[in-house]
């Protein structure tokens, strides 16, 4: 793909040019925001008054609720091999198998405290740390063999 050939412009027409360009217009519904918009913009609404003036409904589209405590599942419920909600629901890898209804008990959630997830993240940062080291280790006597090799090359020349 060819370059184009463009002048160098100075920094006060850049200045010029980016301000011609864009202008700052207050909010139509007085909340007092300024909207950097195009110059040829007469009227503009803020983001913040736009999601106001929306219905609840079409607010809240995206953030998806269990309507009841009872529809809460843990997440990975789908994979589980059997999950057995509060109401007796069975559920083999995320199906529901009418026929189990009521015949086992609500599967156990085993929630991890703040604490025990804290130790289990500086566990896994060492577990990386002797990984990294046990490849750095191996390296050095890769590199110390390729060494080896190649002085001995040097010596037979």
Do not use: Y
């Not at 086992?104 to 577990?127: D, G, M, Y």
């Not at 990984?131 to 001995?152: H, S, T, V």
Request: aromatic share 6%; hydrophobic share 25%; proline share 3%.
């Amino acid at each position: 793909m060819r370059r184009r050939h463009t002048s160098k412009i100075s920094e006060k027409e850049f200045f010029n040019l980016k301000n011609k360009s864009m202008k700052s217009l207050r909010c139509k519904e007085n909340c007092g925001r300024e909207v950097k918009v195009d110059s040829n913009t007469e009227s503009v609404i803020c983001s913040i008054c736009t999601s106001k003036k929306a219905p609840p409904e079409d607010r809240l589209l995206n953030q998806s609720k269990p309507k009841n405590e009872t529809d809460k599942k843990p997440r990975g419920w789908k994979f589980m091999k059997q999950f057995v909600d509060k109401n007796g629901n069975v559920f083999e890898k995320g199906i529901e198998n009418t026929e189990l209804k009521g015949k086992f008990k609500p599967t156990e959630i085993k929630v991890k405290s703040k604490r025990e997830r804290e130790l289990a993240k500086v566990a896994k940062e060492e577990r990386a740390v002797k990984r990294f080291e046990r490849k750095k280790k191996i390296l050095r006597k890769e590199n110390k063999k390729k060494g080896k090799l190649l002085e001995e090359l040097r010596i037979d020349e």
